[in-house]
């Protein structure tokens, strides 16, 4: 799917603020709420627009503990490890990763008792036969 400048426009507001209003988003595009509804309703027919989420706050994200977590999975079982991984709520990422490790997933938690909690049930899971793991001490540069 093609993007009109307008459409860029609007992605671009939504980035900055997820919950910005159609109002608000028409008054700084300078078209109508309908148009902007519309571009809306298109954008997420053709799956631009996948999900509209939250930035945390860098006060409440740095008191986190964040790990990055390297799996070696068995191939058959790799769906099905992907699907239960979603739905664990401290995972905020899964990459598919090649090397020696399958499968990369990135934990974030508030205590270290979390943290162990949450690796314990990923290492659980059928068909994860390794880990490794790397708690991210300190973010040195980030975009």
């Known amino acids: 799917m093609k993007l009109s400048e307008k459409d860029e426009e609007l992605l671009s507001i939504l980035r900055c603020n997820a919950r910005a209003s159609v109002s608000d988003i028409a008054r700084a595009t300078g078209v109508s709420r309908t148009a902007v509804q519309n571009r809306l309703t298109r954008l997420e027919n053709n799956d631009v ?3 509209y ?3 945390l706050g860098s006060e409440y ?3 986190m503990i964040s790990t ?3 799996l070696k999975v068995h191939p058959n079982l790799r769906k099905n490890i992907s699907i239960a991984l979603r739905k664990i709520h401290q995972i905020s990422h899964i990459y598919s990763i090649s090397g020696e ?3 990369l997933v990135t ?3 508030a205590t270290l008792e979390k943290l162990s909690d949450t690796l314990n049930i990923v290492c659980a899971l059928d068909g994860v036969e390794r ?3 790397s708690i991210i ?3 040195i540069f980030e975009r």
Do not use: H
Request: no cysteine.
């Open 53 to 55: 989420s939250i930035v």
């Open 61 to 63: 994200s740095n008191k």
């Open 107 to 109: 934990i974030q938690a």
């Open 49 to 51: 627009i996948k999900a």
């Open 68 to 70: 990055n977590v390297s």
């Open 101 to 103: 490790f399958d499968l």
């Open 137 to 139: 001490l300190d973010t």
């Open 131 to 133: 880990t490794n793991s």
